[in-house]
């Protein structure tokens, strides 16, 4: 079944430990990117990757790294999470910007930084 | 910058009724618009639209897309309860991001 998968689901974490939200895809996509969505202010792009070892920053990317060593997996870490970094992750993946379709996303990561 | 403002917000309705999601934009050069469903979670894939005035249409759900006005809409005919979900409409600009603008999304509930 074609997916994206990310891990965890859930996750409540203290200021300042570092983590790593996971990002899988089987579809051998050359495109990720990641999303938070927060109440009133909709999905707003994080990072993004067109191909392996080709990243580049998105809308909000103050407080996110991530890296793209593999064409399926696409990690986003936060060194020093912060509460403001509370949010609802998603991870999407899609084919070359030439044959132009659709995202593909993942279920989601609720992070709750403490 | 890059906008897409869908309204209304939310939308309380009864089995059975018609509904029409709207969702405006302004974005420097548009490539496509496309409207996704998002119930538990995940953002789920309805249509893509690329040409004005074309019609695409799956069972009861339609969407056209108006590029000289710069907007579209997403009908809903016949709603039933598991039509409730936050539909969100979003634009992918030309350039090599292949990046989405979001709007904030309109929440559909259906009464039975």
């Known amino acids: 079944e074609a997916q994206v998968t990310q891990n965890p689901r859930y996750l409540i974490t203290v200021t300042g430990k570092k983590l790593t939200v996971t990002c899988s895809q089987n579809?051998?996509?050359?495109?990720m990117s990641w999303y938070r969505q927060d109440p009133g202010l909709g999905l707003r792009q994080i990072y993004y990757?067109?191909?392996?070892?080709?990243?580049d920053k998105g809308d909000v990317p103050e407080g996110y790294k991530v890296s793209r060593k593999e064409k399926r997996n696409f990690p986003l870490i936060l060194e020093s999470p912060s509460p403001n970094q509370t949010s609802l992750y998603f991870c999407?993946?899609?084919?070359?910007?030439?044959?132009?379709?659709?995202?593909?996303f993942g279920q989601g990561t609720r992070l709750t930084v403490v | 910058e890059d906008k897409v403002v869908q309204s209304p917000l939310s939308l309380v309705v009864h089995e059975g009724d018609t509904v029409t999601l709207n969702c405006s934009y302004e974005?420097?050069?548009?490539?496509?618009l496309l409207w996704y469903k998002q119930e538990k979670k995940a953002p789920t894939f309805l249509f893509m639209l690329?040409?004005?005035?074309i019609e695409k249409k799956s069972g009861r759900l339609s969407s056209i897309l108006d590029k000289k006005e710069l907007f579209s809409i997403l009908n809903i005919t016949a709603t039933q309860t598991g039509d409730s979900a936050v539909y969100l409409c979003?634009?992918?600009?030309?350039?090599?991001?292949?990046?989405?603008?979001f709007g904030k999304g309109t929440k559909l509930t259906v009464n039975p």
């Open positions: 999407a993946s899609s084919t070359n910007r030439q044959k132009n379709t659709e995202a593909f």
């Open positions: 579809m051998n996509h050359e495109y």
């Open positions: 990757s067109m191909n392996v070892e080709v990243t």
């Open positions: 974005v420097t050069n548009f490539r496509s």
């Open positions: 690329t040409s004005s005035g």
């Open positions: 979003a634009v992918k600009p030309q350039g090599g991001s292949e990046k989405l603008v």
